[in-house]
């Protein structure tokens, strides 16, 4: 099976698009992340939303978790105010990494092989440098189970 056939169409955001807007598209849609475009429309990164959630903890609470169970209610009612203002530039790794990517005709190997090697759950499906869409680990799952 080729890339292709596995892809599915994915919502994208450009690098100065809204952070609690992108935050919520992820929450809404139960996504493992988001394409991220620059301004031409080509894919740069993929923002993941174990980063998204990795913004949201402080770093202090990063840092010694301990603190976490001290601090009160009203502070985790508060933790999505980390992003109001903030663009998904904002949020994206300071060294970038590679973005994890395969080519439309690949196999269910090549992506597998990919993501496993990027441990990223998703990769985008390039053609060319146009975004087909995103093969994401639950569907390479899926695929690699049904022809178990």
């Known amino acids: 099976m080729r890339a292709a056939e596995m892809f599915e169409e994915f919502p994208v955001v450009g690098q100065d698009s809204d952070a609690l807007q992108a935050a919520r598209l992820l929450a809404e849609r139960r996504l493992p992340g988001l394409v991220v475009i620059d301004t031409d429309g080509v894919p740069v990164a ?3 939303a174990s980063e998204v959630v990795q913004f ?20 985790s ?12 530039r904002s949020l994206l ?4 990494p590679e973005l994890p ?14 993501m496993a090697r990027m ?9 060319g440098r146009r975004l087909a869409g995103v093969v994401t680990a639950s569907r390479l ?5 049904d022809h178990h």
């Open 93 to 96: 790794p300071r060294q970038t």
């Open 119 to 127: 441990r990223c759950p998703m990769v985008a499906v390039m053609q």
């Open 46 to 48: 993929l923002l993941p």
């Open 56 to 75: 949201l903890v402080p770093s202090y609470v990063q840092d010694d978790p301990s603190l976490a169970g001290v601090l009160d209610e009203s502070m």
């Open 101 to 114: 990517r395969v080519e439309i005709d690949d196999t269910l190997v090549e992506v597998a092989a990919v």
């Open 77 to 88: 009612d508060h933790l999505a105010d980390r992003l109001a203002g903030r663009s998904v």
């Open 141 to 145: 799952l899926e695929i690699a189970l």
